[in-house]
């Protein structure tokens, strides 16, 4: 069986290195002006096929919005309808910088997952989880080049070890591994051809989503009324959250007040009316933030200690000395706030002293890299292989390029965005919190969400932010959300899922056995907090609430401790290789031996998981759970369950019929 199998691969291989079809024709879309701005325009179709949901009368849309400016910008968006009917509109945002929203679409809180069928044979199963259970959801690759994103579409030659795509083509390229260089269609991967502040890829995701709400009316509410949305965003999303939020509401204003100083019309555009923002495991305030690393690596609520107390101490000296991270973070603050208050990304010596501000504060962090474990997860090792990344190399088949409509191949990073932030320095710009704070005061709803797992944004900083977003909030926010205690988040009848402090608006939910992509580990925790925040109900419980005096009781500080789970083994997919790929794979691949199935590295096609199965293609993917597709629970007890204790598991609840055997996958989501 291994030989037939090793001349599929090669067959395999040669069929992956193709280029995109990129006639807009006979990609079969519906292309439409924007009515705020006639020069922007909104190509979209139906991916047929290309994601499952959990209820086959479930609209999808991808498509693309294209932006006019200084450079071409076609930003891509997968909108799926909601199971049941409903108002609530949900963008969800990765973060990166230069990381793609189909990450959290296919691994986390999206409608579906990316199973293996067989060789070459991917199938989309339903979550029972995804976020679409309580929302309309927009998932944007952003900002230009990320993801399916792109300015002009390119021919080239990438490179999987290295992650580096090369202009043009490279057809001769020699290589002891065929698999590790493919042919495709990607963007121009020109650092000037995309936003390099989080500033300014707000205004055009602003653009494209005017476009979108134009396109599809049926999901909005009757003119002149306000479209209301949810803005949650993951990781780097700490600052793209605060940011989106903040400039959407100044052209809310610039609507009325001087419309054609701004290119809109009065009667065409729609006022976004943000009414929660969720921040996951965001990085929202480095200064803040990182002052508590060295405490987190070595006294965190696991027991493992990634260096000495006596390292910690340094590293905490580190950053607060002379021309260390903090004094460095604090002129880069006050230089963009005089020089560069609109985050152009212009002012030369602004972007000089915010990028030594990053250099220095990354160096907070190499002592914890040297104990090979994940930035993301304390309980995983450096290559980490959870979340699973069959999803990139499933977008990149023919089939699901042409469903999809893509003009370009799928990447999960973009180099080119990740460096333009960095050349301007924008993570370390500040002035994230006073715009949470006044979010706050003008009735949003915030909530904070931190697996308590991950290290590169910990919970020890996301919870410091959120007494920070308190205080400067003023008012009872600065005296209550300290004072109330941390509560039970009740997941299900049986399983307490996390911890929560809140006060009116504003929460910091701590979740238990979870680490960077909350909604990877812990689906159903995920879900109900998304649930409680965007319908304005108790996070701990799912109760009504009068959010003028609503509080939360229980102990000041979190202290539940817990063992990490066993450390898992790693899987190396090619793709994503220097994310996934430990040193044994590394060397494996730099002697030219192994074997490619399905994106992922073997020693030898006889370990390939599903080689042992025998498939049946009259069999199909069956459902088994029993659990309500819709529909968010409301606590009316507390279970007696703890963080020290077993997680519910998985709720993917999905078998897979392979022959006679049953595959299950819940443990891969």
Same mark, same amino acid.
């Given at each position: 069986?291994?030989?037939?199998?090793?001349?599929?691969?090669?067959?395999?291989?040669?069929?992956?290195?193709?280029? +995109?079809?990129?006639?807009?024709?006979?990609?079969?879309?519906?292309?439409?002006?924007?009515?705020?701005?006639?020069?922007? $325009?909104?190509?979209?179709? *139906?991916?047929?096929?290309?994601?499952?949901?959990?209820?086959?009368?479930?609209?999808?849309?991808?498509?693309?919005?294209?932006?006019? %400016?200084?450079?071409?910008?076609?930003?891509?968006?997968?909108?799926?309808?909601?199971?049941?009917? $409903?108002?609530?509109?949900?963008?969800?945002?990765?973060?990166?910088?230069?990381?793609?929203?189909?990450?959290?679409?296919?691994?986390?809180?999206?409608?579906?997952?990316?199973?293996?069928? =067989?060789?070459?044979?991917?199938?989309? +199963? &339903?979550?029972? !989880?995804? !976020?679409?259970?309580?929302?309309?959801? #927009?998932?944007?690759?952003?900002?230009?080049?990320?993801?399916?994103?792109?300015?002009?579409?390119?021919?080239?030659?990438?490179?999987?070890?290295?992650?580096? +795509?090369?202009?043009?083509?490279?057809?001769?390229?020699?290589?002891?591994?065929?698999?590790?260089?493919?042919? =495709?269609?990607?963007?121009?991967?020109?650092?000037?051809?995309?936003?390099?502040?989080?500033?300014? &890829?707000?205004?055009?995701?602003?653009?494209?989503?005017?476009?979108?709400?134009?396109?599809?009316?049926?999901?909005?509410?009757?003119? @002149?009324?306000?479209?209301?949305?949810?803005?949650?965003?993951?990781?780097?999303?700490?600052?793209?959250? @605060? /940011?989106?939020?903040?400039?959407?509401?100044?052209?809310?204003?610039?609507?009325?007040?001087?419309?054609?100083?701004?290119?809109?019309?009065?009667?065409?555009?729609?006022?976004?009316?943000?009414?929660?923002?969720?921040?996951?495991?965001?990085?929202?305030?480095?200064?803040?933030?990182?002052?508590?690393?060295?405490?987190?690596?070595?006294?965190?609520?696991?027991?493992?200690?990634?260096?000495?107390?006596?390292?910690?101490?340094?590293?905490?000296?580190?950053?607060?000395?002379?021309?260390?991270?903090?004094?460095?973070?604090?002129?880069?603050?006050?230089?963009?706030?005089?020089?560069?208050?609109? =985050?152009?990304?212009?002012?030369?010596?602004?972007?000089?002293?915010?990028?030594?501000?990053?250099?220095?504060?990354?160096?907070?962090?190499?002592?914890?890299?040297?104990?090979?474990?994940?930035?993301?997860?304390?309980?995983?090792?450096?290559?980490?292989?959870?979340?699973?990344?069959?999803?990139?190399?499933?977008?990149?088949?023919?089939?699901?390029?042409?469903?999809?409509?893509?003009? /370009?191949?799928?990447?999960?990073?973009?180099?080119?965005?990740?460096?333009?932030?960095?050349?301007? %320095?924008?993570?370390?710009?500040?002035?994230?919190?006073?715009?949470?704070?006044?979010?706050?005061?003008?009735?949003?709803?915030?909530?904070?969400?931190?697996?308590?797992?991950?290290?590169?944004?910990?919970?020890? %900083? %996301?919870?410091?932010?959120?007494? *920070?977003?308190?205080?400067?909030?003023?008012?009872?926010?600065?005296?209550?959300?300290?004072?109330?205690?941390?509560?039970? #988040?009740?997941?299900?009848?049986?399983? #307490?899922?996390?911890?929560?402090?809140?006060?009116?608006?504003?929460?910091?939910?701590?979740?238990?056995?979870?680490?960077?992509? +909350?909604?990877?580990?812990?689906?159903?925790?995920?879900?109900?907090?998304?649930?409680?925040?965007?319908?304005?109900?108790?996070?701990?419980?799912?109760?009504?609430?009068?959010?003028?005096?609503?509080?939360?009781?229980?102990?000041?500080?979190?202290?539940?401790?817990?063992?990490?789970?066993?450390?898992?083994?790693?899987?190396?997919?090619?793709?994503?290789?220097? *994310?996934?790929?430990?040193?044994?794979?590394?060397?494996? &691949?730099?002697?030219?031996?192994?074997?490619?199935?399905?994106?992922?590295?073997?020693?030898?096609?006889?370990? !390939?998981?599903?080689?042992?199965?025998?498939?049946?293609?009259?069999?199909?993917?069956?459902?088994?759970?029993?659990?309500?597709?819709?529909?968010?629970?409301?606590?009316?007890?507390?279970?007696?369950?703890?963080?020290?204790?077993?997680?519910?598991?998985?709720?993917?609840? #999905?078998?897979?019929?392979?022959?006679?055997?049953?595959?299950?996958?819940?443990?891969?989501?």
């Amino acid at each position: 069986m291994v030989a037939p199998l090793s001349r599929l691969l090669l067959l395999t291989a040669a069929a992956s290195a193709q280029f +995109v079809d990129q006639e807009y024709h006979s990609r079969n879309f519906t292309v439409v002006q924007s009515p705020g701005n006639r020069n922007v $325009t909104v190509a979209y179709k *139906e991916p047929l096929g290309a994601c499952t949901t959990a209820f086959s009368s479930q609209k999808q849309y991808t498509g693309w919005v294209n932006v006019p %400016g200084d450079y071409p910008t076609n930003l891509f968006f997968w909108f799926v309808e909601a199971r049941e009917k $409903t108002d609530q509109l949900t963008i969800w945002l990765n973060g990166g910088p230069g990381s793609s929203s189909m990450y959290g679409f296919f691994t986390g809180n999206g409608p579906c997952a990316v199973v293996e069928r =067989g060789l070459d044979r991917y199938e989309t +199963v &339903a979550r029972d !989880w995804g !976020w679409d259970r309580g929302s309309n959801m #927009i998932f944007i690759d952003q900002p230009n080049q990320v993801g399916f994103s792109y300015d002009v579409p390119s021919n080239g030659t990438m490179f999987f070890p290295n992650g580096t +795509v090369l202009l043009p083509a490279r057809g001769d390229e020699s290589t002891k591994n065929p698999w590790s260089v493919a042919n =495709g269609t990607f963007p121009s991967m020109d650092q000037q051809s995309t936003a390099n502040t989080t500033e300014q &890829a707000a205004f055009a995701v602003w653009h494209m989503l005017q476009g979108f709400l134009g396109a599809f009316p049926q999901y909005l509410p009757p003119v @002149p009324q306000p479209v209301s949305i949810n803005l949650f965003a993951e990781s780097y999303g700490g600052r793209y959250g @605060p /940011i989106f939020a903040d400039i959407w509401e100044e052209q809310n204003q610039i609507r009325p007040v001087a419309p054609a100083a701004a290119n809109l019309t009065t009667n065409s555009t729609r006022q976004i009316q943000l009414t929660s923002l969720g921040i996951v495991n965001g990085c929202v305030d480095q200064e803040i933030q990182q002052a508590l690393s060295p405490k987190f690596a070595t006294a965190n609520t696991y027991g493992f200690k990634a260096y000495s107390d006596e390292a910690a101490k340094f590293y905490t000296n580190k950053f607060n000395s002379s021309g260390g991270c903090g004094e460095r973070l604090r002129r880069c603050a006050s230089l963009s706030a005089a020089m560069d208050v609109n =985050g152009t990304g212009t002012v030369d010596g602004v972007n000089q002293a915010c990028q030594r501000a990053n250099a220095a504060c990354q160096d907070v962090d190499i002592n914890y890299y040297a104990a090979g474990r994940s930035p993301y997860d304390l309980a995983s090792p450096t290559a980490d292989p959870f979340p699973p990344y069959h999803f990139v190399d499933y977008l990149n088949q023919a089939s699901v390029l042409s469903a999809i409509g893509s003009p /370009i191949n799928y990447t999960m990073s973009s180099s080119p965005v990740y460096f333009a932030f960095d050349a301007t %320095g924008d993570l370390s710009r500040g002035g994230t919190i006073p715009r949470v704070a006044e979010l706050l005061n003008k009735g949003i709803r915030v909530g904070f969400i931190y697996g308590d797992r991950d290290y590169i944004c910990h919970w020890f %900083g %996301g919870e410091a932010v959120s007494l *920070e977003v308190a205080k400067q909030a003023g008012g009872e926010y600065m005296t209550q959300f300290p004072a109330a205690g941390y509560s039970p #988040i009740i997941v299900n009848s049986s399983y #307490i899922g996390g911890e929560v402090r809140q006060f009116g608006n504003l929460s910091f939910s701590r979740v238990y056995q979870s680490g960077h992509s +909350v909604a990877s580990y812990q689906p159903e925790t995920a879900f109900q907090i998304f649930s409680r925040l965007t319908t304005g109900t108790s996070v701990s419980t799912g109760k009504a609430i009068d959010l003028n005096t609503y509080g939360t009781s229980g102990p000041t500080n979190s202290t539940t401790t817990a063992k990490l789970p066993k450390m898992p083994d790693t899987v190396c997919y090619v793709r994503a290789f220097q *994310e996934s790929c430990d040193k044994d794979a590394q060397e494996l &691949a730099a002697s030219g031996n192994g074997v490619v199935i399905n994106g992922v590295l073997y020693s030898s096609s006889a370990d !390939w998981p599903l080689l042992t199965k025998t498939a049946d293609p009259t069999k199909t993917a069956t459902k088994t759970s029993t659990a309500t597709l819709t529909g968010a629970y409301t606590a009316t007890a507390t279970p007696s369950n703890s963080a020290g204790k077993p997680s519910p598991p998985f709720a993917l609840h #999905i078998t897979l019929l392979l022959g006679t055997a049953l595959l299950p996958v819940i443990d891969w989501i």
